[in-house]
């Protein structure tokens, strides 16, 4: 697991976009390779990876040369095939503060999703978003 990192911008760690929209990650083919590369198998087994024949493949058994033929990658439980209903690497560290087990290697969607930059207002409980005066701060 990877160090817990403390920081992630003006993120108060309160984990509700992790605890709300973790479950649906779908991390890109790219995202896969980095962690095929750096044998995160830890990472990779709770991922499938759907080809071209519509087969699905667990992304731990997946292979550098597979890769050009996924379609998408959904987040399963490894033990059952089931789609999860939290996110795995969401790690609680106090009372109301959660941090991600996979920070350094989060999918692209984790680290581009920032409802304070966005002024997303149907995600009106992000403690973030409200410090902002729920201003979207696009472009920066």
């Known amino acids: 697991m990877d160090d817990l990192v403390t920081e992630d911008g003006p993120c ?8 709300i929209f973790g479950p649906g990650i ?3 083919v790219p995202n896969v390779y980095v962690w095929m590369e750096q044998e995160r ?15 699905p493949v667990n992304c731990a058994g997946l292979r ?12 399963r439980n490894p033990d059952t095939g089931e789609y999860v209903t939290v996110c795995p690497f969401l790690r609680r560290v106090a009372k109301e503060r959660y941090l991600c087990g996979i ?8 680290c581009t999703y920032q409802p304070w930059i966005w002024g997303e207002t ?8 409200k410090k902002s005066g729920r201003e979207c701060r696009w472009p920066l």
């Open 41 to 55: 198998t830890d990472i990779l087994r709770w991922f499938v990876a759907f080809m071209e024949t519509g087969t």
């Open 26 to 28: 779908m991390p890109t």
């Open 64 to 75: 550098a040369e597979d890769l050009g033929n996924v379609v998408a990658v959904e987040m």
């Open 103 to 110: 920070h350094q290697l989060k999918p692209e969607m984790c």
């Open 12 to 19: 108060e760690q309160c984990g509700l976009c992790c605890r």
């Open 122 to 129: 149907f995600f009106n409980r992000c403690r973030a978003l």
